[in-house]
């Protein structure tokens, strides 16, 4: 079911993106202002994403195979790359256009209607944007999360441009117009740039967060009676899979089955609490332990 949800929505996104480019360059064709063609340029690159990113969900979905045993999870990080640089790019055009309406300002034509089919729009990307959000999170799909934050910068400059030219309509200052564009290509800008270090970040194999590593420790902890440390404990995120590794303390006598038995047990423990997990557990004999005897702790490290 989640495996469903989330392509039909990225499906979905791809359609709402043409709706809004629609939109977007419909209010810009309807003014002239170089500012609302900054915000429909951006809608391209919010088109050409969603495309990737329905690209990279289907790939990491895929079952694992003989050449990518661990499976396909890291596909979604590529799409998330590839949109925080189509995002540098849109920036890269709408500074452009700035500069070629610095030199020659131009009048709004039809400023009030031309808004409005923005603001539509913006309603439109916000309301989509809040739920790839939370279907985001719920899911761990950084595909759908970086499509979010995408929409979400884009509605903030759209505001931002309607904001002002509104102001513009009503003072005569044209000049707005294109200091609103620049406005609008920083902006962009800063969000192309987390998005891509943020999924640079992903496919370095990046550790659960300090509090999920906690957490994680306190489920194995609660969970291994019967051996005597755990120590060594690693994590990895890839995609919406969490990879966990640690080493598992026992008795130098304890047999293979009961040795498994708390293993199965971690496991459980483990794969109930933690979504998409997968665990390797490394069995030792009491000699290897790295704590004072008698100590329970689960150390980090």
């Not at 509104?166 to 707005?176: E, Q, S």
């Not at 047990?265 to 998409?276: D, G, K, N, T, W």
Request: overall charge negative.
């Amino acid at each position: 079911m989640s495996k469903t949800r989330v392509q039909r929505l990225a499906g979905w996104s791809i359609v709402i993106a043409f709706v809004v480019m629609a939109l977007k360059f419909a209010a810009w064709r309807m003014t002239g202002s170089v500012a609302l063609l900054s915000d429909a340029l951006e809608s391209i690159v919010n088109v050409i994403a969603a495309t990737a990113a329905l690209w990279a969900i289907r790939l990491s979905h895929k079952p694992a195979d003989r050449t990518h045993q661990h499976g396909h999870h890291k596909a979604e990080y590529f799409s998330a790359v590839l949109e925080g640089v189509l995002i540098v790019i849109a920036a890269l055009l709408i500074v452009v256009e700035v500069w070629r309406a610095w030199q020659a300002p131009v009048v709004l034509d039809a400023p009030w209607t031309g808004l409005a089919i923005n603001g539509v729009a913006t309603v439109v990307n916000a309301f989509w944007a809040t739920l790839l959000m939370r279907a985001a999170r719920a899911h761990k799909s950084p595909a759908l999360e970086a499509d979010s934050r995408h929409l979400y910068s884009d509605v903030l400059t759209s505001v931002a441009v309607i904001a002002g030219l509104v102001c513009a309509v009503f003072t005569g200052w044209l000049w707005l117009d294109s200091v609103l564009a620049l406005v609008v290509a920083l902006n962009i800008l800063w969000q192309g740039w987390k998005v891509i270090s943020a999924s640079v970040d992903g496919l370095m194999d990046r550790a659960v967060a300090l509090d999920e590593h906690i957490r994680i420790r306190d489920i194995i902890s609660a969970s291994s009676k019967g051996a005597i440390e755990v120590h060594d404990l690693k994590t990895r995120i890839a995609g919406r899979a969490t990879f966990i590794e640690f080493h598992l303390v026992v008795d130098a006598e304890m047999t293979v089955g009961e040795s498994h038995i708390i293993c199965d047990r971690i496991e459980e423990a483990l794969m109930s609490e933690v979504p998409s997990v997968r665990v390797l557990i490394h069995v030792e004999p009491e000699h290897e332990a790295k704590l004072p005897a008698g100590s329970s702790a689960v150390p980090f490290a």
